[in-house]
């Protein structure tokens, strides 16, 4: 669950059975959570692993994000960045604590290149402007594609779900793992607790019926 702001919509995401609490360390962002606010909100948030979502990380905020004590590290960008810099946050953050999400256009497919440097691919909506966090659909039949051609790659299906769409897009995709963000919001970096709990039922449904 990403674009947790507060230690009660963290809790909401425990309460509703996330797996991973996303804290979104982009300063453009509204859900933005500087990496000294996540520092100081760690010892009472709820046990799950912490996940740092950034945009093309610098220098200096990789060692903010290191010091601040995240589990995982959820990197956006653009498609066309160096694979020298891609090598270096793999390297930086440790590989098997990396989730990649390229901003990929409508007929780009993700190189197989990039396995290797992370531990889970995420396929997140195409915006021309936005690098995350649109409330748009993405494209399901591109991600199940990938999905069965590289079915030892973990995948994260992300871009404009909530308890509307996620049983449709869990059976079109047969993604494993989901994010979510806007669609479980009542305003930009609040979360709503009944949209969350609707979410996670029809999930979990979803699930049953996968498995
Ligand atoms: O949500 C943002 O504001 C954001 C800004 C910059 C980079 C990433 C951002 N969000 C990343 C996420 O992981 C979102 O959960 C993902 O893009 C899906 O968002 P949504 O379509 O709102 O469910």
């Known amino acids: 669950m990403c ?11 425990e309460q509703c059975g ?18 000294e606010r996540f520092f100081e909100m760690r010892p009472a948030l709820p046990p799950q692993k912490k996940v740092a979502v950034v945009v093309e990380p610098d220098e200096e905020l990789l060692g903010e994000m290191l010091e601040a004590g995240f589990d995982f590290f959820q990197v956006h960008f653009r498609h066309t960045v160096e694979p020298a810099l891609l090598r270096h ?3 930086a953050l440790r590989g098997e604590r990396l989730w990649l999400a390229p901003k990929l256009p409508p007929g780009e497919d993700v190189p197989e290149a990039w396995f290797p440097l992370c531990a889970a691919v995420m396929l997140d909506t195409f915006s021309p402007d936005k690098f995350g966090g649109t409330g748009e659909v993405g494209d399901w039949a591109k991600f199940a594609r990938h999905r069965v051609r590289y079915p030892t790659q973990q995948w994260i299906l992300a871009g404009g779900l909530g308890p509307d769409n996620i049983g449709e897009a ?23 607790l009944r949209k969350l709990e609707r979410f996670t039922a029809e999930l979990a449904r979803a ?5």
């Open 3 to 13: 674009g947790l702001t507060s230690l009660r919509d963290a809790r909401y995401a």
């Open 170 to 192: 869990v059976r079109a995709s047969g993604a494993r793992f989901v994010d979510v963000n806007s669609g479980v919001e009542a305003a930009p970096g609040v979360k709503d």
């Open 89 to 91: 946050w793999s390297t």
């Open 207 to 211: 699930r049953a019926a996968l498995a």
């Open 18 to 35: 996330a797996d991973y609490l996303g804290f979104i360390l982009h300063r453009r962002s509204p859900r933005f959570v500087s990496p």
